[in-house]
């Protein structure tokens, strides 16, 4: 079933969105990592889920779990509910034992959608998540508006290694200046030109 659902939402992201994954190579094969895009949207995630090939567990507000259909969806592809305002202990808990599974995880730093437009301080909770856990971080930046019939890019970053960093960020200020250098790139895919970036390449192939 799940597979079926995946592939429907998959088709319907393709005629809506024309979804561009960008950075593929960066996407480990095997082993666990935690995924942090930027939040546009609330199909931004559905999108990944439904482009990547590799499960992609997610962590989510918990006011979505409050519909019943939602609920069947998160329990069939790995959605799990997150207290949001707090360190919500559970969701840490589920989030260290799926990447000691060596699965991958989907969160988002901002908190909600578009929290650095709107002057929220990102959350130190994927720093503090990755440097425990011993696995690494892959910055995505999502461009796009997700209004119907535009074009979304998932570009996708290289892995950064928090695997020796599990003392540091127990002070919360390391933790916080970790997180800060975490969205810089976060936001330098989002507004990197792709399109300049393949010509780029293609030039230094050649």
Known sequence: MRVIIKFIFKIFAIILYRPKIVGKENLPKDGGA??????????????????FKRKVNVLAKEELFKNGFLCWI?????IYPVKRGKADMQAIKISLTLLKRNELLLMFPEGTRNGMAKGIKPKNGAVLIAATAGKPIIPIGIQGSFKPFTKVIVNIGKPIDYSKLKEEVKDKEQASELTKELMKEIVHLRDQNVKQLKKNQT????
């Open 203 to 206: 030039k230094n192939l050649t």
């Open 74 to 78: 998160a329990d069939l592809f790995g």
């Open 34 to 51: 935690l995924l942090c895009p930027n939040h546009v949207s609330n199909l931004d995630a559905a999108v990944i889920v439904a482009m």
